[in-house]
């Protein structure tokens, strides 16, 4: 079974300039999460998706943060314009149920200079 | 949100058990309790998950009190490949939040 892909694994900006990520879920997951981590924290829940529904997005910074999941299934991730506090690694994560198991992808590692 | 309290950091020797402590005394009666591990510079890792009973898989055992508001992650034999940040979470329909995790450090 094919995990959660996720992509670029690297990138680096310059503050004010725009990034994106793109997401793909395991097939048939229903639920799609993004987290941001900063080095020696925890994940930070961003948004939560059920299909293409948003479930929670209380902790995105809307001003600067954009998702979307189009047809409910893969998802893009944006930041316009970035910020050096944005440095980063943004998880991407998908669940058949949102009270099941999560898998995570690989992560995508921001740095903003 | 409910809280998750877990100590910063935690050694064990290689092959012995390892009993790692949550705290969780906000904990809703839907909040499923959940473990996950993460190693260096990957993605978080599903260890187990529980609502009343105590749970066992091939990974861990998952001890949950009466009262729910603590739970215990038993790894019954460290193994070096057991280093990493642990993490207890409390997870139902919405916002599965992380807190800062265990760091468990595994000496041979």
């Known amino acids: 079974e094919a995990g959660v892909a996720q992509s670029p694994r690297y990138k680096i900006i310059e503050k004010r300039q725009s990034v994106a990520f793109w997401c793909n879920p395991i097939?048939?997951?229903?639920?799609l999460y993004w987290y941001q981590q900063i080095l020696g924290q925890g994940p930070k829940l961003l948004i939560q998706f059920q299909n293409n529904g948003v479930v929670d997005d209380s902790q995105l910074p809307k001003d600067r943060f954009s998702a979307e999941r189009l047809k409910g299934v893969d998802s893009t991730l944006k930041i316009q314009p970035a910020k050096l506090e944005d440095s980063a690694v943004y998880l991407c994560?998908?669940?058949?149920?949102?009270?099941?198991?999560?898998?995570f992808g690989e992560g995508s590692r921001l740095t903003v200079l | 949100d409910a809280k998750t309290t877990q100590p910063n950091s935690m050694e064990s020797n290689e092959e012995e058990p390892v009993h790692l402590p949550c705290n969780h005394s906000t904990i809703s009666g839907t909040d499923y309790i959940h473990w996950y591990r993460q190693l260096p510079s990957q993605g978080p890792e599903y260890v187990i998950h529980?609502?009343?009973s105590n749970v066992n898989n091939r990974m861990a055992s998952l001890a949950i009190a009466e009262d729910r508001k603590s739970s215990t992650l038993i790894l019954h034999r460290a193994t070096l490949r057991d280093a990493a940040v642990y993490y207890c979470?409390?997870?139902?329909?919405?916002?599965?939040?992380f807190g800062t995790g265990t760091k468990l450090q595994v000496i041979p």
């Open positions: 994560a998908s669940s058949l149920e949102p009270s099941g198991e999560l898998f």
């Open positions: 529980g609502l009343t």
């Open positions: 979470i409390l997870g139902g329909y919405q916002k599965v939040t």
């Open positions: 097939s048939g997951h229903a639920t």
